[in-house]
């Protein structure tokens, strides 16, 4: 897809997070805005996924390390084909087999259960691990939150990582600065993220990951790595494309009203018209 193309379809992918959460009356929509054009590249150009076989052994495999922006996952899936995106507007409610975070049981598309922070680092190293042991050629992505990574399992993760030399791993962090309490670097601060991952052996990239350019030339230079694993530390804006949600930590986890909605769908309207 040309960056246009994918513009375009990260827009719609926001205006689903928009949407669903709006419909939830709860959920998550700061991450899953900020995150949405690296779920856009991933799941349109960069992974060999099967809409229409989702268990497909040599499929890539994606962990969402941070669980709670399902709203993001979930609208890529479905414009991507995985499942109706009539269905979004489901997320949350009594029933519906779109829970506040991924079900690997019930949701086409979804690899890994998750939501407790730091923990998927671990599943997708796992999976990692796997495909090397079987001589396996696919690859294992997982996004992670700048905030989570103040987790220690995310390092004891990394560190085995690197040991191993998984260069069909890649981590990127979703470095929007910001996390449920605040700045990332006012609660607990986790800076140089770059650094710290250099230290455990990843190579290291880091980019605007809001920047299509930008995203496809970090996604190449990984496949290009040997002999280690790849970190890509994506600076991202909160809340990205709604105007009163951007690089606001209040809107971490808090669905908009209708007359919020209304806005926030102007916004991504006009976007899509630009």
Known sequence: MTNT????????????????????????????????????YLFFEEMNVDPKNPKMEDRDRF??????????????????????????LTLRHTGS??????????????????????????????????????KKDYRVYCLTGDGEIQEGQIWEAAMWAGFKKLDNLVVIVDNNNLQIDGAIDEVCSPYPIADKFAAFNFHTIEIDGNDFD??????????????????????????KGVSFMENQAGWHGKAPNDEEFAIAMADLEKAGEQ
């Open 5 to 40: 193309e994918l513009k375009q379809t990260a827009n719609e992918v926001r205006k689903s997070i928009v949407k669903a959460v709006h419909s939830a009356k709860s959920g998550h929509p700061g991450g899953s805005l900020s995150a949405a054009d690296i779920f856009t």
């Open 63 to 88: 962990v969402l390390s941070k669980g709670h922006v399902a709203p993001g996952y979930y609208s890529v899936l479905a414009e991507r084909g995985f499942f109706p995106k009539e269905d979004l």
């Open 97 to 134: 087999y779109l829970q506040g975070h991924p079900d690997m049981k019930h949701i086409p598309g979804v690899d890994m259960s998750s939501g407790s922070l730091g923990q998927g680092l671990s599943c997708a190293v796992g999976m990692a691990a796997a495909g090397k042991y079987d």
């Open 214 to 239: 930008q995203i496809r030339n970090a996604f190449e230079e990984a496949k290009q790595t040997k002999g280690m694993p790849t970190a890509i530390i994506a600076k991202t804006v909160k809340g």
